[in-house]
C-alpha cells in the first residue's frame, strides 16, 4: 500500500473498544440485570436518562447509581454492584503492546480521548496501568464534555501542543472518527489489533 506523506508524532486513542473493553457497555448492564435480578427496561431508561450526566463529570457514581438501581431498597450492597461494574473491564493486551512499542519505537505522544465518568476511568487506569505509556488523559469527565462535540478534539490538540496534520487518531467508533477528521485529524477505524496494525503501515509505522 502507498504511504502517507503525513508524518505523525502522535496518537490520539479511544479507551472503550481500543485498549480496553468498554467500561460499562449494554453487555455489561445486561449481565448486571440478570445477575443482581434488575427490572430491564426500568434500569435502562434511567440510566440513559443519567448517565451522559455522570460522564461529563457532573454527577458522582454514588449520585449515578442512586438514580439507576438505589432509588428503592436493595438486597445487595453498593459495594458489591459497584464491583461488579468495575469487574467487566478487561485489556485487549495485543492493542497495548501495539501502542507501547510505537512508542517506544517512534518517540510518540500518546494521548487518550474518551467519553468515561470519572471513577471507571481512575479505576482503569490504576488497574491496567495505562499511564505508563499514555502521556496524558482528555477524558470527557475531566473536561466537561463528551465525544461527538468536537471541543474535546480541540482540548487535546491544544494541551498536546501538536498540528492536527501529525495526529492519528485511532477509535471503534466511525462517527467519532469522522467528527475528529472535521478539526483535522487523520483516523483509523479500528477492528482489531490486526488491522489496526496494517492501517498502521500507511503512515510508514512499522514494527
Same mark, same amino acid.
Given at each position: 500500500?502507498?504511504?502517507?506523506?503525513?508524518?505523525?508524532?502522535?496518537?490520539? %486513542? @479511544?479507551?472503550? +473498544?481500543?485498549? %480496553?473493553?468498554?467500561?460499562?457497555?449494554?453487555?455489561?448492564?445486561?449481565?448486571? /440485570?440478570?445477575?443482581?435480578?434488575?427490572?430491564?427496561?426500568?434500569?435502562?431508561?434511567?440510566?440513559?436518562?443519567?448517565? @451522559?450526566?455522570?460522564?461529563?463529570?457532573?454527577?458522582?457514581?454514588?449520585?449515578?447509581?442512586?438514580?439507576?438501581? /438505589?432509588?428503592?431498597?436493595?438486597?445487595?450492597?453498593?459495594?458489591? /454492584?459497584?464491583? !461488579?461494574? !468495575? @469487574?467487566?473491564?478487561?485489556?485487549?493486551?495485543?492493542?497495548?503492546? %501495539?501502542?507501547?512499542?510505537?512508542?517506544?519505537?517512534?518517540?510518540? #505522544?500518546?494521548?487518550?480521548?474518551?467519553?468515561?465518568?470519572?471513577?471507571?476511568?481512575?479505576?482503569?487506569?490504576?488497574?491496567?496501568?495505562?499511564? *505508563?505509556?499514555?502521556?496524558?488523559?482528555?477524558?470527557?469527565? /475531566?473536561?466537561?464534555?463528551?465525544?461527538?462535540?468536537?471541543?474535546?478534539?480541540?482540548?487535546?490538540?491544544?494541551?498536546?501542543?501538536?498540528?492536527?496534520?501529525?495526529?492519528?487518531?485511532?477509535?471503534?467508533?466511525?462517527?467519532?472518527?469522522?467528527?475528529?477528521? #472535521?478539526? +483535522?485529524?487523520? +483516523?483509523?477505524?479500528?477492528? @482489531?489489533?490486526?488491522?489496526? *496494525?496494517?492501517?498502521?503501515?500507511?503512515?510508514?509505522?512499522?514494527?
Amino acid at each position: 500500500m502507498p504511504a502517507r506523506k503525513e508524518k505523525i508524532t502522535s496518537l490520539f %486513542l @479511544d479507551i472503550g +473498544g481500543v485498549l %480496553l473493553t468498554n467500561g460499562w457497555d449494554r453487555e455489561g448492564r445486561n449481565k448486571a /440485570f440478570k445477575h443482581f435480578k434488575l427490572n430491564p427496561q426500568e434500569t435502562e431508561e434511567r440510566h440513559h436518562l443519567t448517565f @451522559d450526566t455522570y460522564e461529563v463529570g457532573k454527577i458522582s457514581l454514588a449520585e449515578y447509581l442512586n438514580r439507576v438501581v /438505589f432509588y428503592e431498597k436493595r438486597d445487595f450492597t453498593r459495594k458489591d /454492584f459497584r464491583q !461488579f461494574m !468495575f @469487574d467487566q473491564s478487561k485489556p485487549f493486551p495485543e492493542m497495548i503492546s %501495539l501502542i507501547q512499542a510505537l512508542k517506544k519505537k517512534y518517540h510518540l #505522544k500518546i494521548v487518550v480521548v474518551s467519553n468515561e465518568g470519572r471513577e471507571l476511568t481512575e479505576y482503569r487506569i490504576r488497574k491496567f496501568k495505562l499511564n *505508563a505509556f499514555v502521556d496524558f488523559f482528555i477524558s470527557s469527565c /475531566f473536561v466537561h464534555f463528551r465525544k461527538p462535540d468536537p471541543d474535546i478534539f480541540r482540548v487535546a490538540l491544544d494541551i498536546a501542543q501538536v498540528p492536527s496534520e501529525n495526529v492519528l487518531y485511532i477509535e471503534d467508533r466511525m462517527l467519532f472518527v469522522q467528527v475528529a477528521s #472535521k478539526q +483535522g485529524l487523520l +483516523g483509523i477505524h479500528h477492528v @482489531d489489533a490486526a488491522t489496526t *496494525a496494517e492501517k498502521l503501515k500507511e503512515w510508514k509505522l512499522v514494527l
